[in-house]
């Protein structure tokens, strides 16, 4: 009897993002790192590539939908190179980094076109920190990269103590060539809450109600398991399956859950999707009251 092969992976037409978290470890640490939500950074061991590439392999995607390599800091994978050699031609990929790896090394290793696609932003994504980041450094990479014929920009999180520093930075950059986007902080700092949120109250840190959740994104952690969502996978909740699993299949269905209220900002927060276009919120929340389900909304302002 010959080896039963595992089923291809339909992304369904309604997802906006695929995120490959190859590693949660990071060789920075910043005081407000939102991989430290319940020391996720800790909590997970690694696959090697070649599991990590039958999983992502059968993945059937969409030109404008790529896989996007993150972590963590994804090229800490001892196998990194070879899992971005190794994905299908036609899987766009797409990678958040630090930037802390030798770019010599990175150009040796991973042809321009094959990290590069048409989009309104860069294909390689860089963060800057301050915190624990010199920009010079930063910027001499990303210009030896754009030089090299690399698609890659710099974003930075608009902390409420680094705002002029980032603004500084951003400043230069644009002045050099290098396009520099910003990222909302979200989150706690000095008692306020931060960001733009379809629902305020999914972050509060205080117990709702129980809800039904949809999510738009295909989030595979470290072990090769999938999550409802980002809390789930910061948090070490149990996973809804795992693309290594032959009879896995990936499903846009509303999900139980009874923890909103500790809801990840990733997961909550209103932002532009893969095509820039603002009003996005990654997973779809409806109370759930004697069986009748209603979407839960809120414009309070935060």
Same mark, same amino acid.
């Given at each position: 009897?010959?080896?039963?092969?595992?089923?291809?992976?339909?992304? %369904?037409?309604?997802?906006?993002?695929?995120?490959?978290?190859?590693?949660?470890?990071?060789?920075?640490?910043?005081?407000?790192?939102?991989?430290?939500?319940?020391?996720?950074?800790?909590?997970?061991?690694?696959?090697?590539?070649?599991?990590?590439?039958?999983?992502?392999?059968?993945?059937?995607?969409?030109?404008?939908?790529?896989?996007?390599?993150?972590?963590?800091?994804?090229?800490?994978?001892?196998?990194?190179?070879?899992?971005?050699?190794?994905?299908?031609?036609?899987?766009?990929?797409?990678?958040?980094?630090?930037?802390?790896?030798?770019?010599?090394?990175?150009?040796?290793?991973?042809?321009?076109?094959?990290?590069?696609?048409?989009?309104?932003?860069?294909?390689?994504?860089?963060?800057?920190?301050?915190?624990?980041?010199?920009?010079?450094?930063?910027?001499?990479?990303?210009?030896?990269?754009?030089?090299?014929?690399?698609?890659?920009?710099?974003?930075?999180?608009?902390?409420?103590?680094?705002?002029?520093?980032?603004?500084?930075?951003?400043?230069?950059?644009?002045?050099?060539?290098?396009?520099?986007?910003?990222?909302?902080?979200?989150?706690?700092?000095?008692?306020?809450?931060?960001?733009?949120?379809?629902?305020?109250?999914?972050?509060?840190?205080? %117990?709702?109600?129980?809800?039904?959740?949809?999510?738009?994104?295909?989030?595979?952690?470290?072990?090769?398991?999938?999550?409802?969502?980002?809390?789930?996978?910061?948090?070490?909740?149990? %996973?809804?399956?795992?693309?290594?699993?032959?009879?896995?299949?990936?499903?846009?269905?509303?999900?139980?859950?009874?923890?909103?209220?500790?809801?990840? %900002?990733?997961?909550?927060?209103?932002?532009?999707?893969?095509?820039?276009?603002?009003?996005?919120?990654?997973?779809?929340?409806?109370?759930?009251?004697?069986?009748?389900?209603?979407?839960?909304?809120?414009?309070?302002?935060?």
């Amino acid at each position: 009897m010959g080896t039963v092969q595992p089923s291809m992976l339909h992304v %369904p037409d309604r997802y906006n993002y695929i995120g490959a978290f190859l590693t949660l470890a990071c060789n920075l640490r910043c005081s407000f790192c939102i991989n430290h939500f319940g020391d996720a950074d800790k909590r997970y061991g690694l696959i090697p590539g070649d599991r990590w590439l039958a999983g992502l392999n059968r993945l059937i995607s969409r030109p404008d939908l790529p896989v996007t390599l993150q972590g963590g800091e994804p090229s800490l994978h001892p196998d990194f190179y070879d899992i971005v050699n190794g994905l299908r031609g036609d899987l766009n990929i797409d990678v958040l980094t630090n930037l802390q790896f030798d770019v010599e090394d990175f150009m040796a290793n991973v042809p321009a076109e094959r990290i590069k696609r048409e989009a309104p932003y860069a294909s390689i994504r860089v963060s800057y920190h301050p915190e624990v980041m010199r920009l010079e450094e930063i910027k001499t990479k990303v210009l030896r990269l754009l030089e090299g014929g690399y698609s890659v920009g710099i974003w930075a999180v608009r902390h409420p103590s680094q705002i002029e520093e980032i603004e500084r930075a951003r400043a230069e950059c644009v002045r050099d060539g290098i396009d520099f986007r910003f990222k909302e902080f979200l989150g706690f700092h000095e008692g306020r809450l931060y960001g733009t949120y379809a629902a305020p109250e999914a972050v509060s840190q205080e %117990p709702g109600p129980a809800v039904e959740c949809r999510t738009s994104e295909l989030i595979i952690g470290p072990a090769g398991d999938v999550f409802r969502c980002h809390s789930d996978l910061y948090l070490g909740r149990e %996973p809804i399956g795992s693309i290594l699993d032959d009879d896995y299949a990936i499903e846009d269905v509303y999900r139980p859950c009874r923890d909103y209220g500790y809801c990840n %900002p990733c997961d909550v927060k209103t932002k532009t999707n893969r095509f820039q276009e603002f009003g996005h919120t990654s997973v779809e929340i409806r109370s759930v009251e004697l069986g009748d389900a209603k979407p839960v909304v809120s414009d309070r302002d935060v």
